[in-house]
């Protein structure tokens, strides 16, 4: 599983990264985190606000930081 | 409403504390408790209501809405500008929803519109103000900050300046949008509602905090007027001396406003107070670095210079009418 944070490395964008590792820590997921910094490829998911979190290249949700619980719901799902 | 707060506040400063009434220490230990408590219940109601409506709406609904063709180009201005106090923004968004607009065809002036809405007409300040001064002043400061962002758009439309953006912008293609944003249920609305309000209190409570401080502070010991004759209605240069001192204080917008009600008090006159608030949340520094990845400086240069002539003809205009 691949697991794309979105964001020009804005606090909010740290602080998602670190709730989606520990939601993944949590499940026991064996996934890659990347760091999406690059405003065009942020563009080419359609994301206008950052911070986003990409799930194998879908897009989940965008400008806000989800908490460790909401994340752990999508993984789940996405696994 | 407050009158438990102010017994409470009461209580506390001459029966816990034991400080003697009518001394200086009293009326500004007095004021601050007052103040605290008073400002945050209305903040958090304020900021709540606020983050309810927004939820409803999304920069990707704003879009879609603002990129009909054919549209009447004033109502697009309104539109955008309306829109832009609704919907949630974080300055760190404003590369991609700048980029995202002018790619959907949006023109340049009304996406000014909108992005000089959403930072002026802020929540916080909202709230704030209306804590402090009650419904009047925070409607005109809505109203005033609607006003120079459809005014803003208009001009920086007309002046034809899209070369001044950066190349780039216009090559990069946006994908799809596909956020089921509309699909949440009233209870889960009302849960990040609540959460976002929290996170937002978090953030800004130290500055608020320090705010009232300060402004506890003059209260209980600079006598009332002592301003009045720097900053006050009868000096021409007050007001475009205080839009050009809240430039660079961005960071600190939510512990300067409860301070407004002490600069009242001592003598500065509304529509200075009015401008250095909104000098300090819509031109701020921060934000103009990030933009500048988009437009080029001299595109930036006329944003500055038009947001900055807006705010200094409201703080004229209130000093006016308000005195």
């Known amino acids: 599983m691949v ?18 590792k520990k939601a993944a820590e949590e499940l026991g997921i064996d996934a890659k985190f990347e760091e999406v910094k690059d405003i065009e490829k942020i563009m080419s998911y359609g994301v206008m606000r950052t911070p986003a979190l990409v799930v194998d290249e879908k897009l989940i949700f965008s400008g806000r930081v989800a908490g460790v619980e909401e994340i752990k719901e999508v993984l789940k799902k996405e696994a | 409403m407050f009158s438990p707060v102010q017994k409470f506040a009461d209580f506390v400063t001459y029966n816990i504390f034991k400080i003697p009434q009518n001394s200086k220490l009293a009326s500004a230990v007095n004021f601050f408790i007052f103040d605290t408590i008073k400002i945050f219940i209305l903040l958090f109601l304020i900021v709540f209501v606020i983050t309810f409506i927004r939820s409803f709406f999304s920069p990707e609904k704003t879009r879609e809405i603002l990129s009909h063709k054919n549209q009447n180009i004033l109502l697009a201005h309104i539109l955008a500008a309306l829109l832009g106090i609704v919907t949630p923004f974080c300055s760190c968004s404003a590369v991609p929803l700048f980029i995202g607009f002018v790619e959907a065809g949006i023109p340049l002036g009304v996406t000014f519109s909108y992005l000089i809405a959403a930072p002026m007409v802020n929540e916080v300040a909202l709230g704030l103000l209306y804590a402090n001064f009650g ?10 900050g609607e006003i120079i962002a459809i005014v803003s758009g208009i001009v920086i439309g007309k ?5 001044y953006v950066e ?7 946006v ?7 509309d699909k949440k249920t009233l209870n889960q609305r009302l849960k990040e509602t609540l959460e976002f309000t929290i996170e937002l209190i978090k953030k800004v409570w130290v500055f608020v905090v320090v705010g009232i401080g300060i402004g506890a502070f003059l209260h209980g010991y600079i006598p009332t007027g002592a301003l009045a004759k720097i900053a006050g209605k009868n000096n021409p240069f007050a007001v475009i001396f205080a839009t050009v001192l809240g430039i660079p204080l961005y960071s600190n917008a939510a512990g300067i406003i409860p301070l407004v009600s002490e600069f009242r008090r ?24 990030l933009l500048r990845r988009v437009l080029k400086p001299k595109l930036l240069a006329v944003f500055v210079a038009i947001v900055g002539c807006g705010i200094i003809v409201t703080g004229y205009l209130f000093n006016f009418i308000l005195g």
Do not use: H, R, W
């Not at chain 2, 002046?159 to 070369?163: G, I, P, R, S």
């Open chain 2, 159 to 163: 002046l034809n300046l899209e070369k």
């Open chain 1, 3 to 20: 697991i794309k944070i979105l964001g020009g490395g804005c606090a909010n964008c740290k602080k998602l990264m670190e709730n989606a």
């Open chain 2, 266 to 289: 001592l003598g500065i006159s509304m529509g200075t107070s009015l401008s250095f608030m909104m000098s300090v949340t819509a031109l701020s520094l921060p934000e103009m670095i």
């Open chain 2, 167 to 173: 190349d780039y912008v216009f090559k990069i293609k």
């Open chain 2, 175 to 181: 994908g799809d949008v596909q956020i089921a944003e």
């Open chain 2, 135 to 144: 419904l009047k002043i925070a409607l005109i400061y809505v109203l005033s």
